[in-house]
């Protein structure tokens, strides 16, 4: 049974960067056929599909237009996990962020969801 | 357009079958499949249906879903208290070039 459980703060300053970790069990970071994912949760927005990295012979990286600039989605091999670095926060990025495992873009596991807020 | 587009709100008593719809256009819906998640109050999504019509193990098959053209629909029969939740679309967009979530439609049970 594939788990993903996710850390991180929940406030951070405007300007500053969002960062959060997705710790993979179940599965590995280097499976060749899933990808591990990004996606947040906001009332304005409703569910936005961030980005995700995957491994197939090397690391690749999707990003949404939306946040493309000011994201960076990188595995931790060491520790089978993945993380979520957001730039130049505003108040608009406040959601609930989760991490998704997909299968082609079927999102099958999620983790429990982190609220952070963008607030000085 | 990049959207797709759900009714906010849906009800029905149960044992009922209800139906959920979900716009889109020929950038998402024409060119690829939907997949529909279940939100239950305070919970993560959960996959419901993936490819237009299969459901993951574990889920009911008072669930099912269809898709034709630009359009598709997640129906629910034998509705159950336990389904009153939130409801998304979601479809990979050629124009956003990732994915793409229905705006989401909270069914109410009465």
């Known amino acids: 049974q594939v788990q993903l459980q996710q850390s991180g703060p929940g406030l951070v300053k405007p300007s500053q960067t969002l960062s959060l970790t997705c710790a993979i069990s179940?599965?590995?970071?280097?499976?060749?056929?899933?990808?591990w994912n990004w996606i947040r949760q906001s009332p304005s927005r409703g569910l936005e599909w961030l980005g995700r990295?995957?491994?197939?012979?090397?690391?690749?990286?999707d990003y949404a237009l939306s946040v493309k600039s000011r994201i960076t989605i990188n595995p931790d091999t060491s520790k089978n996990q993945f993380s979520l670095q957001l730039n130049s926060v505003t108040p608009e990025d406040t959601a609930v962020y989760y991490c998704?495992?997909?299968?082609?873009?079927?999102?099958?596991?999620w983790g429990q969801g982190t609220l952070v807020t963008v607030s000085s | 357009q990049s959207v797709l587009t759900q009714p906010p709100s849906a009800s029905g008593t149960p044992g009922q079958r209800v139906t959920i719809s979900c716009s889109g256009s020929?950038?998402?819906?024409?060119?690829?499949?939907v997949n529909w998640y279940q939100q239950l109050p305070g919970t993560a999504p959960r996959l419901l249906i993936y490819?237009?019509?299969q459901r993951p193990s574990g889920v009911p098959d008072r669930f099912s879903g269809s898709k034709s053209g630009t359009s598709g629909s997640l129906a629910i029969s034998g509705l159950q208290s336990e389904d009153e939740a939130g409801y998304y679309c979601?479809?990979?967009?050629?124009?956003?070039?990732?994915?793409?979530f229905g705006g989401g439609t909270k069914l109410t049970v009465l």
């Open positions: 998704a495992r997909d299968i082609g873009f079927d999102f099958d596991y």
């Open positions: 179940g599965d590995s970071v280097f499976s060749n056929s899933a990808g």
């Open positions: 990295t995957l491994y197939r012979s090397k690391w690749y990286n």
């Open positions: 020929s950038s998402n819906l024409g060119s690829h499949t």
């Open positions: 490819n237009n019509n």
């Open positions: 979601a479809a990979w967009d050629d124009s956003l070039n990732g994915m793409l």
